[in-house]
């Protein structure tokens, strides 16, 4: 409660279902629902928070033997919207309550602004995550300086819209992302702040696995290229420019070659009425779309049971051989995109979305490989782009901070990427 702790004996709470999901492309929700034996909690607690305008709830779960949980740290989320059924007659009627919750971005987007900012884009997603209270964030310096106009938008509403498809790190990499992980704001590339999760799936407590190539149905986002025209009416001139598939990100080694047919390329118009050079500024565009796309193309929906949570954002090795006569050019490196968990009297089930634009074919001749039932890879399927630092994505959550985490019941705060390792206290 605001300015105030309110007991509530657990006594009469009754755990029910809840769907937690979780994506780096969006919102975090979660729809948590509990039976009360009482009328107070709706009355006296949820009444109240929705009286002062900002109905804010911290919730984690754990996982394991009473005496040995594995929490996830505390999440704050902002509830929009609550249901209570009226159940029960007497001294033990009470509610049937549901509760649909967003992280904190959905709050501070319930206002619009109108303003102008200049700088890089990192400095100016630095500014408003501070302006909004975020005081852990994971954000990746971005090059080029510019204006842009914030019109009639919440703050995160115009980072989506306009910052994130134009950013670019100081690299020259793109494709990030903006998402919020335990109350921590994440705005970077696939590799610049994750963790890479081992996973076999045949020594697992995975239910089901389904595989979808879905490239050819991405051309229209820009799979196979992108193309900006954009129109300076100051200068008077007409220029276009095009993704670079040598420039993406790459978690394999093998895909189709669509880049290779003008044809199928994304056509984007952009306006353009500033004076500055755009040239670069069209080239993340491009690049953004393009690479968006294509990160996109592979998509694997993993079921388990009773596994503690994988996070969107980090990366899993996920190894896909039922013996030693088969490797399946399934297995590989994958971003872990989405995930949804249904916790349910006591039992969690997951289901994750794992991304990438690329399949694993091996290197090695036909004749060393024809035993195992794997073609070799073609030249003309090589897939253009640059791999993965694994060591140094492995090293990122210390080495370029995660906010907060939680591990044995501890909280710790994680170093700064540009200051030197400090011992722990």
Known sequence: MPG?????????????????????????????????TTTNFLDKILKALNAE????????????????????????????????????IGPAAGHYIKLFCRDMTEYYDGYSLTRAHRGTISTIV??????????????????????????????????????????????????????VRDNVLHFHTV??????????????????????DIIQAKVGDGSAGTRIVYYDPYRGESKEVSSDPNKAIRLSNSMPRM????????????????????????????????????????QL???TSKTFFIRPGELMRLTIDPNAENSSTWSGLYLVAAAQHMVEKGELNSVYVLQRGEQRTARASANNMAAYGVDTLQAEQNAPGYDINVREAQSSTLAKGAGKAATGGAFLTVQDRSAALKPRQ
Not at 5 to 27: M, N
Not at 56 to 81: C, D, S
């Open 301 to 303: 929906k993993l079921q």
């Open 4 to 36: 105030q702790t309110v007991p509530y004996s657990s006594a009469v709470l009754g755990l029910e279902t809840h769907r937690i999901s979780e994506t780096v492309f969006g919102y975090q929700e979660a729809d948590l629902s509990f039976r009360a």
């Open 259 to 298: 880049d290779q047919w003008m044809e199928l390329y994304r056509n984007i118009c952009e306006h353009r009425i500033s004076t500055r050079d755009e040239e670069a500024g069209c080239q993340a565009l491009a690049q953004n779309a393009y690479e968006a796309a294509r990160s996109e193309s592979f």
């Open 126 to 179: 630095r500014k408003l995550a501070t302006e909004n209270g975020f005081s852990d964030t994971v954000i990746e310096d971005t090059q080029g300086e510019a204006v842009w106009i914030q019109s009639f938008e919440g703050d995160f509403e115009f980072i989506r819209s306009r910052l994130l498809p134009r950013a670019r790190s100081t690299r020259g990499r793109g494709n990030y992302y903006m998402f």
């Open 53 to 88: 305008a900002h109905p804010i709830i911290r919730w984690r779960v754990g996982l394991g033997a009473a005496a040995n949980v594995q929490w996830l740290p505390w999440q704050m989320h902002y509830v929009l919207q609550y249901s209570a059924k009226f159940e029960g």
């Open 191 to 212: 590799e610049y702040q994750t963790a890479i999760k081992e996973f076999n799936y045949y020594a697992s407590p995975a239910t089901r696995l389904e595989a979808y």
